[in-house]
């Protein structure tokens, strides 16, 4: 008997310890608001001999000296190291695709959860935060404001999970549930603009009534192929089903 329960102790205090990684991530990434921008940062105190290496950047980084500083990547790479996870940063685009991530995906399946997100031009990366939920992401923005907290949904094209974050996929990673019964409560997930569309029918062609942002609540009241029934407000027609979830 002492046994088993020496077991189940064991086994809650592992769940804990993986339900807590993303705690950790979000919590590391909070207490790095207000530090510095610099290209090379990982989270060092800034000094005068490592700037003087990167001449091009002096005038633009020296306001940051004496001061941790993270470049963007290398926040992603200290917040993750600081919940265990080792991941690996690679500004290439076409690297990430290849990167051994537990999920990721463009912003129209955005999960809504802890996770990284990106923003790429045609072959490197712009700029790469953090996702800590509640619409907020956190990311070393540039040398004039240094490490930022925003509101979602910025201009982020991409996000990606890296695996062990949520190690217990019944209660962290669920796949996404199906909307069978209606009446029901959506969230408005991030699409790729700023809002996403309410039609006037189930059409792409049809007029729109209405744009809301990210993180709104809508009432689905039924479906059509690709598009939920939906009222906002005082306001009843369609919205494309990739651009919802339940709550």
Not at 10 to 24: G, H, V
Not at 193 to 198: E, Y
Request: with cysteine; glycine share 8%.
């Amino acid at each position: 008997m002492k046994y088993i329960l020496s077991l189940l102790i064991l086994s809650l205090i592992f769940l804990q310890i993986n339900c807590d990684k993303a705690t950790k991530v979000v919590e590391y990434a909070k207490s790095k608001i207000g530090c510095g921008f610099s290209v090379i940062g990982h989270g060092e105190i800034l000094t005068q001999e490592l700037i003087k290496k990167y001449p091009p950047f002096y005038e633009r980084a020296k306001k940051w000296i004496g001061k941790q500083t993270f470049s963007q990547a290398g926040l992603l790479y200290a917040a993750f190291n600081h919940a265990g996870i080792k991941i690996k940063i690679d500004n290439r685009r076409l690297a990430w695709k290849k990167l051994d991530w537990k999920s990721s995906g463009g912003m129209s399946s955005f999960p809504n959860k802890v996770c990284i997100l990106y923003k790429f031009t045609s072959m490197v990366t712009y700029k790469a935060g953090i996702y800590i939920g509640n619409g907020e992401y956190i990311y070393a923005k540039g040398f004039e404001e240094g490490v930022v907290k925003e509101k979602m949904p910025g201009d982020w094209t991409l996000w990606a999970i890296p695996k062990g974050l949520y190690d217990d996929e019944s209660i962290q990673d669920k796949p996404e549930e199906k909307i069978t019964s209606f009446p029901c409560v959506a969230k408005v997930i991030v699409s790729s603009g700023k809002t996403v569309d309410i039609r006037k029918s189930p059409s792409k062609n049809s007029s729109i009534l209405l744009r809301i942002k990210f993180g709104e609540n809508v009432i689905i009241t039924g479906k059509e192929n690709n598009w939920y029934k939906v009222t906002y407000g005082g306001t009843s027609g369609y919205i494309m089903k990739e651009f919802v979830r339940k709550v």
